[in-house]
């Protein structure tokens, strides 16, 4: 298997670089993120009527 040249490495290495950063910046930016509306913080909890 021949060897390839250091600056072939290079160039694949970057490239691979590159594009895995492209491929997650674009992840990140694709999809707006949703406001929380305040009605779906508030937390609910059972009544508890003790009755002793």
């Not at 910046?25 to 002793?52: E, F, G, Q």
């Amino acid at each position: 298997m021949p060897q390839m040249e250091p600056l072939m490495w290079l160039n694949l290495f970057f490239m691979f670089l590159i594009s895995f950063s492209v491929y997650f910046i674009m992840n990140y930016y694709v999809k707006l993120p949703s406001k929380i509306s305040s009605s779906s913080l508030k937390i609910m909890s059972p009544s508890k009527d003790w009755t002793w």
